[in-house]
């Protein structure tokens, strides 16, 4: 199992930063990948940054240039420095884990981006 809790969600100018925090716990050398999504009210669940030993550092369209996915050395730490924030830019953000094919998800922290 791997517990996920999230944490750095607000409320931000557009043209603010943010940087969201998900710490890690339980059987977190297994994971594959890791990731950020978001959900904005009526609309999708929706990937915005994903990392992985593999595949490197991938980012949704509308966040590329903006938005940067890191972890710490020990990989129990995951990251997402947000910069240039616009109103779209609000939803629900959860941090993801991929271990053996099993998705496992935060609870969330809200990120509201005021015009």
């Known amino acids: 199992q791997v517990q996920l809790v999230e944490s750095g969600g607000g409320l931000v100018q557009a043209g603010g930063s943010l940087r969201l925090s998900c710490a890690a716990s339980?059987?977190?050398?297994?994971?594959?990948?890791m990731g950020w999504y978001r959900q904005a009210p009526g609309k999708q669940r929706e990937v915005v940054a994903a990392?992985?030993?593999?595949?490197?550092?991938n980012y949704a369209d509308s966040v590329k240039g903006r938005f940067t996915i890191s972890t710490n050395s020990a990989k129990n730490w995951l990251y997402l420095q947000m910069s240039s924030l616009k109103p779209e830019d609000t939803a629900v953000y959860y941090c993801?884990?991929?271990?053996?094919?099993?998705?496992?998800w935060g609870q969330g922290t809200q990120v509201t981006v005021a015009s």
């Open positions: 990392i992985s030993r593999v595949d490197g550092t």
């Open positions: 993801n884990a991929i271990r053996y094919g099993t998705h496992y």
């Open positions: 339980g059987n977190i050398f297994s994971i594959n990948a």
